[in-house]
Each structure stands twice: as structure tokens, then as C-alpha cells.
């Protein structure tokens, strides 16, 4: 059996969870998720918590067992709390504002990035130079933003980036020069 899959994924005071014939519901605060669940694993909800068990100890069941797991923890935390990454602007004259729908950014190139902004989720803007994606889906919060670090990717040599907050960019020593 797989070690996370075994722990029960608790369910927080104003968050209901359901299963009906194959797809789990869960509403909060904040939205409603929906998620298919595989035929190797069976959803139940037990008081305050959901329990996901596999059909047989097959290594399919095992696997899809963990992950089913994992990922109605993930909606029940959307729907509750949210999920929000923040990306960091690096360079002279790189810039992001959003206008409606769209996401405008210069970073470097001749022409403006305009990103579509997906349904579901909110971005922000600050002067300092950070992107901040928030949402209640952890996969299309995590997608939207790597989409974006693909646009402008960190050069080691100038440091210029659009770089995830958390992520440190180990620069390169440059030439050495004459004495």
C-alpha cells in the first residue's frame, strides 16, 4: 500500500466533500472542484475525513491509490485556502501589468508578451516587479506560472529573469580582467 495513500485527508468546517458514481466533488469558500477518480481505487467519505483505499494490491492500484489521495488533499486545500505563486521580474526595463484579461510584459524582447489569463485564476501585478498567480486549482496555478518562467529563462551570465520567488539563480564568474 502506498504510505501516503494510507492517511485520511481531513475535511476543515465549511468544505463538503461528495462522491458520486466515480467523480469527487468537493465545494468550499472559495469554488467547486471536480476530479474522475481511477477504477483501481474507491472514494469514501467518513465523517470528517476521505478515505481513498485500493481495489487490489496490484501496482496500478498502489500508484493510482497515493495519487488519488494527493489530489483531493490538493482540491480540499483550493477550496478552502487557495494556491498563489509568485514570480520575480530581473532586468533593466522588464516590466508586467495587467489590462483586463491580459497580462502585458516587456522582458527584453522587441515586442510585449501578452498572455491570456485562464479562467479561474487572478493575477496580480506590483511596481517592485513581481507576478503573483492565485487560484483554486494547484495544477493550473503551477502550469500558468511555469508557461510564463518559459518566456524570459534565467541566464546564469547577466541574471536577468523571470524567476519563481523561491528560486535562487547561482551566477556565473565572469572574465577575468587585465591588472
Known amino acids: 500500500m502506498s504510505k501516503v495513500g494510507k492517511l485520511p485527508v481531513s475535511i476543515p468546517a465549511g468544505v463538503t466533500v461528495s462522491v458520486d458514481s466515480g467523480i469527487v466533488t468537493v465545494k468550499g469558500a472559495k469554488g467547486e472542484l471536480k476530479q474522475a477518480v481511477n477504477n483501481k481505487v474507491t472514494v469514501e467519505v467518513k465523517g470528517s475525513e476521505v478515505v481513498v483505499n485500493p ?8 500508484a493510482a491509490h497515493g495519487l488519488y489521495r494527493v489530489l483531493i488533499n490538493n ?8 494556491f498563489s505563486k509568485t514570480l520575480i521580474i530581473n532586468g533593466v526595463g522588464y516590466r508586467a501589468e495587467v489590462k483586463g484579461k491580459e ?12 498572455a491570456i489569463i485562464p479562467e479561474g485564476l487572478t493575477v496580480t501585478t506590483d511596481p517592485s516587479g513581481k507576478i503573483t498567480i492565485a487560484g483554486i486549482d494547484k495544477q493550473r496555478v503551477g502550469e500558468f506560472s511555469a508557461q510564463l518562467r518559459k518566456l524570459r529563462m534565467p541566464d546564469h551570465s547577466t541574471g536577468k529573469a523571470l524567476r519563481h ?15
Open 55 to 62: 481495489v487490489d494490491n496490484s501496482k496500478a492500484a498502489n
Open 103 to 114: 497580462l502585458v510584459m516587456n522582458l527584453g524582447y522587441s515586442n510585449d508578451f501578452i
Open 75 to 82: 482540491m480540499v486545500i483550493g477550496v478552502s485556502q487557495g
Open 165 to 179: 520567488d523561491k528560486e535562487h539563480i547561482s551566477r556565473n564568474v565572469g572574465k577575468p580582467g587585465a591588472k
